[in-house]
């Protein structure tokens, strides 16, 4: 008898805003070559459309794209619309604004609030969408967000976006936000051994609020942009064992247990990685493997 494949619905239902989506989804970072950016080897163009319409087919139906993730050659944006398009309803693509690069690839000055209309225009040029479904502002500049985030709650307002988020941010971000328009989800860098002082407590802020918490790096760690580094604590690879699963599937698992708000976007452009990926949203852990990973003193 073949083997089940484990599909997304295994993780469960959150709602963004009056979108539901499967808890675990799927960052496209990752879709354009072997690292972010223009680290790494570009990827092979038939497998990441490959990627992208395996992971439809595995009940993935929340990607996580922008407009700046592209390598010398494969924008993701791009990719996700020749594999996707026309796009199923249920599809949601959550892409996100503010930092941006020029062609040959260099960062670009933060944007002024006048500025974030023509990157939303250029997210939707990019996909081949009228409205964008979920638009995070990623912020990475000091100071208030209040005219850039009403930048955004104005193109909301127009019919260009459904719903708004915000990506590395702090409580007081949070609440600044609200007071101008709803913000559905937010995503900061979150996992086993990479947690911010008073991360779980943001984390949990979110719940209360309704908001979906939706780390990224979460199988990366500390490798950030470049992926995983190969080496591994020995807590992970003691519950990975047990569970005759690979350590990145117990990372997987561990940031869903974290609350029902908490959904994962795991980034690959290997098909065998994606279905690992959507498999660990069926993996359960024990409260004791949970005390265990999130221990203080996680070491390598």
């Given at each position: 008898m073949p083997a089940r494949t484990i599909t997304a619905e295994a993780a469960g239902t959150w709602k963004l805003g009056d979108l539901t989506v499967n808890r675990i989804g799927l960052g496209a970072m990752r879709l354009t070559g072997s690292a972010a950016f223009d680290l790494g080897t570009p990827s092979d163009r038939d497998r990441s459309i490959t990627v992208l319409r395996r992971a439809i087919e595995l009940g993935?139906?929340?990607?996580?794209?922008?407009?700046f993730y592209f390598s010398s050659l494969r924008s993701a944006n791009?990719?996700?619309?020749?594999?996707?398009?026309?796009?199923?309803?249920?599809?949601?693509?959550?892409?996100?604004?503010g930092p941006s690069r020029d062609a040959a690839g260099t960062w670009l000055p933060w944007p002024t609030p006048e500025q974030l209309r023509g990157q939303v225009e250029e997210n939707l040029r990019q996909l081949g969408r009228d409205h964008l479904d979920v638009?995070?502002?990623?912020?990475?500049?000091?100071g208030p967000i209040a005219e850039h985030f009403g930048a955004l709650a104005e193109l909301r307002d127009a019919g260009l976006i459904r719903h708004l988020g915000l990506s590395n941010v702090r409580a007081e971000h949070l609440a600044e936000a609200q007071a101008i328009a709803p913000v559905?989800?937010?995503?900061?860098?979150?996992?086993?051994?990479?947690?911010?002082?008073?991360?779980?407590?943001?984390?949990?802020?979110?719940?209360?609020?309704?908001?979906?918490?939706?780390?990224?790096?979460?199988?990366?760690?500390?490798?950030?942009?470049?992926?995983?580094?190969?080496?591994?604590?020995?807590?992970?690879?003691?519950?990975?064992?047990?569970?005759?699963?690979?350590?990145a599937q117990v990372r997987l698992a561990w940031t869903l247990h974290q609350g029902p708000h908490v959904l994962a976007i795991p980034g690959t452009g290997n098909p065998d990685h994606l279905t690992a990926n959507v498999a660990a949203g069926a993996l359960r852990l024990t409260e004791q493997e949970m005390t265990l990973l999130s221990a203080p003193d996680v070491e390598a």
């Open positions: 993935v139906n929340h990607i996580d794209t922008a407009a791009e990719l996700i619309n020749r594999a996707l398009a026309p796009y199923a309803d249920d599809l949601v693509i959550v892409t996100k604004v638009v995070n502002l990623r912020i990475n500049a000091p559905v989800c937010v995503q900061n860098r979150y996992g086993i051994d990479a947690r911010r002082p008073g991360a779980d407590d943001f984390l949990n802020l979110c719940g209360e609020q309704g908001i979906a918490f939706v780390p990224f790096f979460a199988i990366a760690g500390e490798g950030r942009e470049s992926g995983a580094t190969g080496a591994e604590n020995a807590q992970v690879r003691a519950v990975a064992d047990a569970h005759g699963v690979s350590s």
